[in-house]
């Protein structure tokens, strides 16, 4: 059913898993299911989910036994994968870089398409774990170069000046000022 894979450089030996269909649907259900617990935890108590996820996987597959770490990772990648066949499927308009689909990112991207991960539960603001969407948000943000984020930055700038800024442009004035062209006549002196 599963495969463990061994392959490294030397005296390194990397052990990776290969997920099979039905092991991947239950960690994307078991992942659904405990949603709300894992928008309810912080990142670094959220080691206790995701055993209780690999635990889960495991009762459910006794010949497939992924550990939480695996676990996190092939969600991750799933999620990112995902994210890469939407952007591929559309057509790319943003132009991000991506790359070629897994059979994975391609067999369950309908189970995904629901983007459950990035729903708010209805918990308090304070103890809401907003990871998934704020890692989406910036992702965005980044990708999104545009100028409407550029000219919202200089607006913020023009009302509130620093004074050091101010004294910057204080000091060009006064240059400025000082390098006009003087007219000397006879008695006055006229600056354009």
């Known amino acids: 059913m599963a495969q463990l894979n061994a392959g490294g ?10 997920w099979p269909n039905d092991g991947v649907l239950s960690l994307i259900q078991y992942r659904r299911f405990f949603q709300q617990e894992f928008c309810r935890t912080p ?11 690999a635990q889960n996987i495991n009762l459910d597959h006794p010949n497939f036994a992924p550990t939480k770490k695996q676990c996190r990772t ?7 994968g995902y994210e890469n066949l939407k952007r591929l499927l559309n057509g790319n308009p943003e132009g991000f870089p991506t790359h070629t ?6 067999h369950f ?12 539960p209805r918990v308090r603001a304070a103890r809401r774990n907003q990871v998934d969407r704020r890692r989406y948000e910036y992702r965005e943000r980044r990708r999104s170069r545009s100028r409407s984020s550029h000219h919202r930055h200089e607006r913020r700038r023009s ?3 620093s004074p050091r800024r101010e004294r910057r442009e ?23």
Request: charged share 30%; glycine share 2%.
């Open 9 to 18: 450089g030397i005296g390194v030996v990397n052990y990776y898993v290969t």
């Open 43 to 53: 990142i670094y108590e959220q080691k206790q989910i995701w055993n209780q996820v």
């Open 74 to 80: 092939k969600w991750n990648s799933l999620k990112s």
């Open 101 to 106: 689909p897994t059979l994975h990112d391609e």
């Open 109 to 120: 991207h309908e189970e995904l398409s629901d983007e459950f991960w990035l729903a708010e």
């Open 159 to 161: 009302r509130s000046r």
């Open 170 to 192: 204080r000091r060009e004035r006064r240059r400025n000022y000082s390098l006009t062209p003087v007219i000397e006549t006879d008695t006055v002196i006229i600056i354009k």
